[in-house]
């Protein structure tokens, strides 16, 4: 899989880029675990969920040396305007990373890192680009660990940088969190409030409806959070933890997932109804505790840039990370808009609403 150069950089060669096959699925959650820049989002059995509830399809683009997968892409298809517009993206509903992965080479050479990351990249772009998959509009939101977004800047296409909060679980916890949440921790002790696992998806469902309702979003199907409560079970990678009063009211819930890097506060849901709303920073305090008993260094909260979210998780004093986002729109996607008549404004809506 590695070539020398002169001077002992690493750099690989004669790559093939190709379109994976169901059946090569399984190199590709290889190469997600061992990469630095893999998450559970990128597996294929997360990918082939979300394209099931949400009817898109997805496809992963894989970078072979020989045999050996050593990079890689995934996306979702979908279609804009009534077929208008192809669209591509790394992400999708309740899915925040995905996009890039790339074997770590596993040298302190500089030069050779680069190298070797950006011919990578190169080739997986003019691929998708011969495919025409970025022909209309493609944006790739890859997870923290992916850094260098420089190939892509030069060779034309636009960036954002967005942001999560890593909690470091090696730290003090107690220490760590803020009067506001000491308060409503204390609140829910004395108010003999308790937290436990639960793999009843209705309940999740139940307080997140209540939550999309007030901010007019649309629920996604029931049957969505049974299909994931199904597939953490069947693959040990996530379990529900919920707040329950003495009277046997569920106040909070909390889906964590896992892959061998990190946790990941996946969704979060509160009863708006429930006179205090201590119970979610009470459950998101003592889940924090127990995933520091299993060893976890970290646990990802998946947000950073609503100002709501922000003012809570910050309660816990979080690390501030960045990840970057990178997209290409190409003439076609324009003068469909000018066609159709659409503002930037409604198609920033459509996108939004698709995170």
Known sequence: MEKKLQGGLTIVADEEVRELTPEEFSLWDDLVEQSPHGTIFH?????????????????????????DLIAGCSLFIDELLGGHLKYASSTSEFTQYGGFVIADIRTTK???NEIHHFLIIKKICDYLHEKKL????????NSSGFRDIRPFIWEGWNSEVHYTYYINLQNNIDQN????????INYCIQSSIKVK???????HYNLLSKVFYRQNFETPPKEFFRAVIGLLAEKNIGEMWVAETPSGDIIASRIILWDKKRAYAWSAASDPDF????????????VLKIFKERGFKEIDMM?????????????FNPNL????KIFKKNRVFFQVLKIQGITKGIIKKYFLKQK
């Open 134 to 141: 970025d022909s209309n509009y493609i944006d790739i939101t």
């Open 43 to 67: 597996t294929s059995s997360w990918l082939i969920l979300i394209s099931k509830y949400f009817k898109k399809d997805f496809k992963i683009f894989g970078c072979f040396d020989g045999e």
């Open 177 to 184: 969190i803020s009067k506001d949440i000491r308060k409503k």
């Open 321 to 324: 990370e960045p990840n970057y």
């Open 275 to 286: 006179e205090k709303r201590e119970g979610n920073a009470f459950l998101l305090y003592d």
């Open 110 to 112: 500089i030069r050779g």
């Open 303 to 315: 947000q950073a840039n609503t100002p709501r979210l922000k003012f809570f998780i910050t309660g």
């Open 197 to 203: 696992k639960s793999e009843d998806a209705a309940t």
